[in-house]
């Protein structure tokens, strides 16, 4: 009975995911270097239960998936490395969800690093822009060196990507955390008792 529990979980998690980005990504908001998707906002159901691990995962796989006919064969960048990051996103999440600000810095903090190192690829498969080339007010007086597109994008994408994502996890998802706690008082799973990894 738990473990069907769990997959219904996971099951409802992924597919709320799944639409939710699927919806964004249509919009401005939620594509470029700089990304506010609100549903990432749901990462902090993976605080409440182990089955938000999957259900985020799965949801960002299929969500990813579903743009392949806009993002040809480079959207699998995405599918996976996305995926990934939306994974250990949400593992840390888990292990750390008794301290709700340190467990929304997984999220945060998995795709603001993986994310950008394929972004300009595959923006740039899609628009045709060679982001590599582009001049980044400001980045040549850190000192980097002139040919250094990848790192200097790269460098951009984290602080851009990070913060879109801090904004939506923090001040949409801790709220919404709160709420579902509140909603959820005394079950075991917003008690952190059942379905430890």
């Known amino acids: 009975m738990k473990n069907t529990r769990m997959i219904a979980q996971a099951g409802v998690i992924a597919?709320?995911?799944?639409v939710l980005t699927f919806i964004m990504v249509q919009s401005p908001l939620g594509w470029g270097p700089v990304q506010f998707r609100l549903s990432e906002a749901l990462t902090v159901v993976a605080c409440l239960t182990p089955a938000g691990i999957a259900g985020l995962t799965l949801g960002s796989v299929i969500a990813n998936a579903s743009m392949l006919a806009q993002t040809g064969v480079l959207g699998m960048l995405d599918v996976v490395f996305g995926s990934l990051g939306t994974f250990l996103g949400a593992i840390w999440a888990w292990r750390h969800r008794m301290r709700p600000g340190i467990a929304l810095l997984g999220p945060v903090i998995a795709n603001a690093l993986i994310v950008p190192a394929y972004l300009p690829i595959l923006v740039g498969g899609v628009t045709g822009l060679d982001f590599?080339?582009?001049?980044i007010p400001g980045l040549a007086t850190i000192g980097l060196p002139p040919g250094s597109g990848w790192l200097a994008m790269y460098l951009?994408?984290?602080c851009t990507v990070g913060i879109g994502q801090a904004i939506v996890v923090y001040g949409l998802g801790l709220p919404l955390l709160g709420v579902l706690k509140r909603l959820g008082a005394g079950s075991p799973i917003t008690r952190g008792d059942s379905g430890e990894m």
Not at 15 to 18: E, K, M, Q
């Open 15 to 18: 597919a709320v995911y799944a």
């Open 132 to 135: 590599y080339s582009l001049e």
């Open 156 to 158: 951009f994408g984290i």
